[in-house]
Structure formats: C-alpha cells, structure tokens
C-alpha cells in the first residue's frame, strides 16, 4: 500500500499530500481508504503537480464511492465536467459564476439526491489572475459556536434555493430566466446537520434563503453573520493554482467557493464528483 506523506497547511483545514504517484491513485486498491481517512482528518487535501490523467481521475474517484455521470456530454471522458466559463467547453457556464461565492454541493437537488460526498479538481489551464480556490470547515463553523448558540441553532431550519444562489450573480433576472431558476425545487435542510460519524457542522452558503418561521431580515442577517465567523480569513485556505494540482475535498465538511476571475480566463479546471449517501439531518 502506497503511505501517504500529509503535511497540515493550516490549524483548520487543508493538508498537502506528496510523493504520490500518479497511477497509484487509480490502481493501489487499499489507497481510497487512506484519503478518506485523511479527508475526514483535514478537509481539503491538494496534490501539487499531480498531473492526473482524465480517466485515472474518474477511476480514482470510483475507490472513494459512486461517481456522478449526470453532467456527461461536457467532456469525452465519462465523469469529467469542466469547470470553465469558456461556453464552448460547457454550455452550463454561466450558471458558474455562482461559484464565486461560499457554498457547499448538493444543496438544492433536482430530486431527493444527498450532497456530494466529495469533489475532485485537477487543473488543467490556470487564470492569469484570481480564480484561486478557497476553503472553510463547516465543522469549525459549529465547533466555534458558545454552548448558548448551539442550543439556539439546534431547532432551526433553513430554505435553500438555486434562485438565492443565482440572484448574487444576476440580481435583476429576466421573467425567463427567474422562471428557469425557479424549476428546480427548494429545499429545506436543518442549519445544523448531526453526521453519523457524530460530528456538527453548518449548512451555510448561497443557496441559503431564509430560516423557516423567522423574521425574513433577521434570518437572513443571522445566517450572513454566521457566514461571515465561519470564513474568517484566519480560518480558510486558499489555494493558488498551479498546471497539475489536483484538489478534493469533503464537501459535507467544508465550505468553498472560487475567487472571481475574468469572462474570457481561460481557467478550465476537470471536476469529478463522488456521489453523497448521507442526508442532512
């Protein structure tokens, strides 16, 4: 079995992992046991200079769990999406400006799916400026709480919307396109969600729209204040990416959204998603 040599990057999220080959992401079989194990530990764990082949990233992936070929069309290799603005490469493009802000996967889905349980990036051109990813335990989120607002917390539940997430991005929709956003169901989720490992965290970000039974403005200003604690700078990592570098993270752990970079970048990063089998509740 291949050992994994992790080195923290910050107190509370993120650690690289080095001196790993390549092909033995996709062929040493007791390895994805290893990177969840890790993955539980730091969140966020970067590969630098990786340089993962397409399809030894998918086949990675399907030794953490069941991989997401919902999105297939947007690349030749089955379970590859690419996470770029250019709409030649995804006619979905536009919806990913929403990325520009703190979020966690799988909040809003079109059914009854959970959120995924991991996310997988591997950069394969890289914005000349901004674009860098960001990361915040959503773990840290709650662990930072006092005893009284965990007590607080504990009851409330929250409306996630794609419609919240999209206004940041596009605040003055057409009737069109309101109509559009508006075709995917909402979803109400606990604002705390109590793992089966035992563990807490916030269900916080930008399809968050407002807390079920209270005052519009006071919930909304709640959730931002929460937000806000949550991705202090103190508290996130933010990686700068190089050609190579791939990056997964838990997403039932962790917060993350892409720091803004231009319409015509031409950053194009190979997103392959791990399928989620665990409910917020």
Not at 141 to 167: G, I, M, W
Not at 258 to 277: I, W
């Amino acid at each position: 079995m291949t050992v994994l040599t992790i080195n923290k990057l910050t107190a509370s999220v993120g650690a690289e992992v080095t001196g790993l080959d390549p092909d033995a992401l996709a062929g040493d079989e007791a390895l994805g046991a290893a990177v969840l194990e890790a993955l539980e530990d730091n969140g966020v764990l970067v590969f630098p200079g990786l340089h993962l082949d397409p399809q030894a990233q998918v086949e990675f992936c399907r030794r953490l769990g069941e991989v997401d070929h919902s999105s297939d069309g947007h690349h030749p290799v089955a379970g590859i999406y690419p996470v770029t603005l250019d709409k030649s490469k995804n006619s979905s493009a536009a919806y990913l400006r929403a990325t520009f802000d703190w979020h966690i996967d799988g909040c809003t889905p079109t059914g009854d799916e959970y959120p995924q349980m991991a996310t997988v990036l591997s950069a394969r051109r890289v914005a000349e400026s901004g674009g860098e990813t960001e990361f915040a335990s959503s773990y840290g989120a709650y662990d930072h709480l006092d005893d009284d607002e965990k007590q607080r917390l504990a009851s409330l539940r929250v409306v996630h919307s794609l419609e919240a997430s999209q206004r940041r991005v596009t605040p003055d929709p057409s009737p069109e396109l309101l109509a559009r956003w508006r075709s995917r169901p909402t979803h109400e989720h606990p604002l705390v969600w109590t793992h089966r490992s035992g563990r807490k965290s916030l269900v916080l970000g930008a399809s968050a729209d407002y807390i079920v039974g209270m005052d519009l403005d006071e919930g909304r200003a709640l959730l931002a204040d929460l937000l806000d604690r949550a991705t202090q700078p103190e508290l996130v990592y933010s990686h700068t990416w190089s050609v190579g570098d791939t990056v997964i993270w838990d997403n039932r752990g962790v917060l993350h959204r892409a720091a803004p970079y231009p319409e015509n970048s031409p950053r194009e990063m190979l997103r392959t998603t791990v399928l989620g089998d665990e409910p917020i509740q």
